[in-house]
DNA sequence: ATCCAGGAACTGT
DNA sequence: ACAGTTCATGGA
């Protein structure tokens, strides 16, 4: 990671495969998003670090993500990790070439990487967002998972109001392991992912899971393997939060609506493809399986940016 | 109304 | 290992 402190503001230095307004894009995909907001050319988003709730004013200039703190200078430390969670965010780390290289050669994804040029994965570097996010949305419409997620972060989550706009952070597993059932069935969870969420929570409150540990796995299959072992986390779960937490290239959520509902689209079929298809679509991907999915996922906004 | 949505656990074979 | 069933709720 390369950044400059300027103190009152800090530079991440960007790759060349990098576009900000085509990641505001994918950022911009639902207007009932409450842990981000966009205006114009900036994005603004609010981090807990070192229990300290910093407002994040974040544009860019082609070389670098500029980062300013509309609430004030964060201490040195501080600034450091903002620059590290903008570079896991934006997955910054990762060459691009390679994967533009492949992706001209083969017929589904030259159309799209023309398109989305520049478009990064945007990540999750927080596992209990990017597990309670998927286990939100499993098997609902994308709009009534956002729903669900607003509800729960409005909810459990803290907030800061600065001139007008209120910004949130997700909430803490601290926070969740000590809710009920009940209280997210009101906010109309079914029963099973209350349990799952609540479960997650509580192991990850007690320190029976980290992300550390995880990380500290030599072998990334050990890691999804683990994760699968939660309950409430079957492979699409595991391979969602592969690819936006542990930033693994290979996550591919083979059976995912939205990627079988992508595929149909450019390749023009009348059904969805089967997951043999997947498996032989795939072989042309490997090494890229995550960024072919999240650039099939970006397609399915085109209609609605 | 009816189908389905960025699934997973459970049950029976 | 594999297939069918149940869970649950809103969106279109």
Redesign the pocket.
């Known amino acids: 990671m390369k950044y400059f402190d300027y103190e009152s503001y800090i530079e991440v230095w960007t790759p060349v495969e990098f576009d900000f307004s085509e990641c505001l894009k994918f950022l911009a995909?639902s207007d009932q998003e409450v842990l981000h907001k966009i205006d114009d050319d900036n994005l603004y988003k609010l981090l807990k670090i070192n229990e300290e709730s910093i407002l994040c004013k974040i544009s860019s200039n082609r070389t670098f993500i500029q980062v300013d703190f509309p609430l004030g200078t964060p201490t040195n430390s501080v600034r450091g990790k903002i620059a590290a969670y903008i570079c896991e965010w934006f997955d910054l780390e990762r060459d691009l070439s390679r994967f533009y290289e492949m992706a001209s050669n083969d017929k589904i994804l030259q159309p799209l990487a023309q398109k989305y040029y520049g478009l990064r994965m945007i990540c999750m570097p927080d596992l209990f967002e990017a597990l309670v996010w998927a286990i939100m949305?499993?098997?609902?419409?994308?709009?009534?998972?956002y729903?669900l997620k607003k509800r729960f972060v409005e909810h459990y989550g803290e907030c800061l109001t600065f001139e007008g706009e209120t910004y949130w952070l997700f909430p803490s597993f601290e926070r969740i392991a000590s809710v009920n059932v009940d209280d997210l069935?009101e906010l109309?969870f079914?029963?099973?992912k209350s349990e799952y969420i609540i479960d997650i929570a509580k192991r990850m409150a007690n320190g029976e899971l980290t992300k550390e540990m995880l990380l500290q796995k030599e072998n990334i299959h050990q890691v999804k393997k683990l994760l699968m072992g939660?309950?409430?986390?079957?492979?699409?779960?595991?391979d969602?939060v592969m690819m936006k937490s542990f930033y693994d290239p290979n996550g591919f959520p083979i059976?995912?609506?939205?990627l079988h509902?992508a595929l149909k689209t450019q390749l023009g079929l009348e059904r969805k493809p089967t997951i043999e298809e997947l498996k032989e679509i795939e072989i042309h991907w490997e090494g890229w399986q995550a960024y072919a999915t999240f650039y099939l996922?970006r397609s399915l906004y085109d209609d609605t940016v």
């Open positions: 995909r949305g499993q098997q609902i419409n994308l709009t009534f998972a729903t069935r109309q079914t029963g099973r939660i309950r409430g986390v079957g492979a699409w779960t595991a969602y059976a995912d609506v939205g509902n996922w």
